[in-house]
């Protein structure tokens, strides 16, 4: 049987690292794709569902406009990466900085927005790999309850939660 699946992927992109997974399940298709142009950025994985014959005709056109923005996200990733280290390498910031003072009471509400910030961000990330069906390294990242006292119910039933789902994975 021939097919043209690697000539369609060269075509997307010329140089990248693809990570595709694909998960049968009573006769629908789950196809992970997710496209890295360099090992340090991770952009969420696409997913696609549906028959043999959906994705044999809508799988490569349905990637190519996330792969574009994709690639457009690196090229802006890269110049912003220039002109911070061109702004670093420049005379006016070679001077020595002010030091900045702040109350305490300032680094005490600073430092509750960030917790809350970060708790958000990670929170996010599990449900990413909630999504990727990652479940055990979403249990490494779960947040401790001792740290955000106010979140114990949600995060027993988080944990609760991944933990079962990451036994039945392991069933299969």
Not at 155 to 167: G, I, R
């Amino acid at each position: 049987m021939a097919t043209n699946f690697f000539t369609n992927l060269a075509s997307i992109s010329e140089s990248a690292l693809w990570h595709i997974t694909v998960n049968v399940d009573k006769g629908t298709l789950v196809v992970s794709t997710m496209f890295n142009s360099d090992n340090d950025n991770a952009i969420p994985a696409v997913i696609f569902r549906g028959t043999t014959y959906e994705l044999d005709n809508g799988y490569f056109s349905g990637l190519s406009q996330p792969v574009d923005q994709i690639k457009e996200l690196f090229a802006n990733r890269i110049a912003h990466r220039n002109s911070v280290e061109n702004a670093k390498k420049s005379p006016e910031n070679t001077s020595k900085q002010k030091v900045s003072t702040t109350t305490p009471t300032t680094l005490k509400v600073d430092d509750t927005a960030e917790r809350k910030r970060k708790y958000e961000e990670t929170i996010k990330k599990i449900e990413q790999l909630n999504a990727h069906c990652k479940y055990t390294e979403a249990l490494e990242i779960l947040p401790s309850k001792e740290e955000h006292p106010d979140k114990v119910a949600d995060l027993d039933k988080l944990h609760k939660e991944l933990t079962w789902k990451s036994k039945q994975l392991s069933l299969l």
